[in-house]
Nanobody
């Protein structure tokens, strides 16, 4: 079983550039596809970014493309989300998720492993 723990969230000013981390334990995530989702109050959980097992392929939601970058360090069993040029509409709880499937799914139902989430609040 894989346990995921996110960190790095908090209160950030608009335009800020925090980096979220997702540390995995219990099993190596080296061969897992990993992704980031977010959920704002009153809204459904939405896909933010995904990365394949080797880190050579990534995909992003249109709303964050060009501002967010996901990466991974398999030796440290950790995934990252670098967020730049934050906007108030980026305010949400950000979740790390893992999947044993290889294709680049943007659907939350395809991810079996989830962290507890970290709150990111962007002030204007």
């Amino acid at each position: 079983q894989v346990q995921l723990v996110e960190s790095g969230g908090g209160l950030v000013q608009a335009g800020g550039s925090p980096r979220l981390s997702c540390a995995a334990s219990g099993r190596s995530i080296s061969y897992y596809r990993m992704a980031w989702f977010r959920q704002a109050p009153g809204k459904e959980r939405e896909f933010v970014a995904g990365i394949n097992w080797s880190g050579t392929s990534t995909n992003y939601a249109g709303s964050v493309k060009g501002r967010f970058t996901t990466s991974r360090d398999n030796a440290r069993n950790t995934v990252f989300l670098q967020m730049n040029s934050l906007k108030p509409e980026d305010t949400a709880v950000y979740y790390c998720a893992g999947s044993g499937r290889s294709y680049a799914s943007t659907s939350a139902t395809d991810y079996a492993y989830w962290g507890q989430g970290t709150q990111v609040t962007v002030s204007s």
